[in-house]
């Protein structure tokens, strides 16, 4: 059985370490399901990609939505990138994390009036508008709060990324952005209303895209598009190019930042433009795992299934989209026999798996597995159904930890709720 490749989580003496703290001491202080994630892991993708693109101006805005922590937004932060914010939850949680308003992108392709207003308030960098409707309703919520607001709108520029079709954002067919072949009359209408400033060009193509070539074709595009916004007296300065670089989770091999860099720089050089990013996944996806423990095993007469405490509810991925996650025992020495099974949750839904059909070491009851590559829409994406607690996140930094949000308590679930009289 093939064990994922990292340098964050590795075998020590057969016991899987997270940098230099075993991850057994955490399930034995913290209990499982758990997640756990690598401080190193998220310093040194965020460098990695900076650095490439270290010759061009540009910002790197952490698209919270993969890992919304308010911990892990503040230590890009700290790094030096802005925060993506999709919601007026992620603004909250932004402003929580100590995060400049003039450093947050509004993103999202239906805002709230309340969303909008607030976001005007606080003077956020660039509302990122996917409709004409939506720019009428920024301009009139601009004026009445006295302001101008710096709008992007965001184009579609109908672009195969080739990824899952619920991962896809960037064809004619999705709901986001505005259409290519209508993008240049509606900015030229938008440029006419009040208290709207076009100062920018989005895209966002899709996710876990491994190739380079659907960014190049896009960008190619939307540099037509800037050039003719320009001759039209409407001077983009900022070129936001979404996210979406793909991840390793199985054997998938995508562009490294710098083949990225050498791929586009040339394009965003003759842009001239500000160049911004939002990548989420390839800063956070492999610097993640969800600890969870065998709670027994079983054959049916046709399959072997191994029960963990870990589910849906935990990591959703493997249920909507049928992601791969590799799964792994903590400790090799517990293991020898490979055998095939799927690996499933407490929820009362068959769809409720983490993996199916899947070789893996022989577990036995109580042994720890590592669901990894778990770092990014994973705890953002938990839920509460059958009435079950998140799990708790530990941050973990050389040989110390942080528990950067805890394991909610039932009291947690009944928030707000009370009996009333009937
Ligand atoms: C507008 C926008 N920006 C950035 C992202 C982050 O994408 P990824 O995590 O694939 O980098 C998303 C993801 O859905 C998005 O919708």
Do not use: W
Not at 27 to 34: M, N, Q
Not at 168 to 191: P, R
Not at 240 to 266: C, H, K, R, S, W
Not at 337 to 360: M, Q, T, Y
């Amino acid at each position: 059985m093939k064990l994922f490749d990292s340098q964050y989580f590795t075998y020590q003496n057969g016991e899987m370490f997270c940098e230099d703290l075993s991850v057994r001491t955490i399930a034995k202080e913290y209990g499982t399901p758990v997640y756990i994630y690598s401080k190193k892991f998220f310093t040194d993708k965020f460098t990695e990609f900076t650095n490439a693109f270290k010759d061009i101006n540009h910002t790197i805005f952490f698209a919270s939505k993969s890992n919304f922590n308010i911990n892990v937004m503040k230590l890009f932060y700290d790094l030096g990138a802005g925060i993506d914010v999709n919601s007026g939850g992620e603004l909250f949680r932004a402003l929580k994390a100590g995060v400049d308003p003039k450093r947050m992108l509004l993103t999202g392709v239906g805002k709230t009036r309340e969303e909008i207003k607030t976001g005007l308030e606080l003077d956020i960098k660039i509302i990122k508008a996917e409709s004409i409707q939506e720019v009428y309703t920024i301009s009139e919520i601009a004026g009445q709060l006295g302001k101008t607001a710096e709008v992007a709108l965001r184009v579609n520029p109908d672009v195969d990324a080739e990824t899952h079709p619920y991962i896809t954002t960037a064809l004619a067919e999705n709901k986001f952005g505005i259409d290519a072949k209508i993008a240049f009359d509606t900015y030229m209408e938008c440029a006419k209303l009040p208290n709207i400033k076009l100062t920018g060009i989005d895209m966002h193509i899709g996710s876990q895209i491994t190739k380079v070539s659907p960014f190049v074709e896009a960008v190619a595009k939307l540099n037509d598009l800037i050039e003719k916004l320009r001759n039209a007296g409407i001077n983009i300065e900022h070129l936001d190019i979404g996210g979406g670089m793909g991840v390793t989770y199985n054997d998938e091999t995508p562009f490294t930042p710098e083949q990225f860099a050498d791929a586009l720089i040339p394009l965003f050089e003759k842009s001239g433009c500000e160049i911004i990013f939002e990548p989420g996944r390839s800063l956070t996806a492999n610097g993640g795992i969800l600890l969870t423990e065998t709670l027994y095993t079983k054959n049916n007469g046709v399959k072997n299934f191994i029960v963990v405490d870990g589910s849906m509810t935990d990591l959703l991925r493997p249920s909507i989209y049928g992601s791969y996650h590799h799964i792994q025992p903590t400790n090799l020495a517990e293991t020898d026999d490979v055998i095939k099974a799927d690996i499933v949750g407490p929820v009362c839904e068959s769809g409720d798996f983490l993996a199916k059909n899947r070789e893996i070491f022989k577990v036995n009851q109580g042994d720890l597995l590592a669901v990894m590559s778990a770092g990014a829409y994973g705890m953002t994406m938990a839920s509460n159904y059958n009435a079950r607690r998140r799990p708790p996140e530990i941050l973990v930094d050389g040989d110390k930890h942080y528990v950067i949000r805890g394991r909610e308590t039932y009291e947690h679930l009944l928030y707000d709720e009370n009996i009333v009289e009937l």
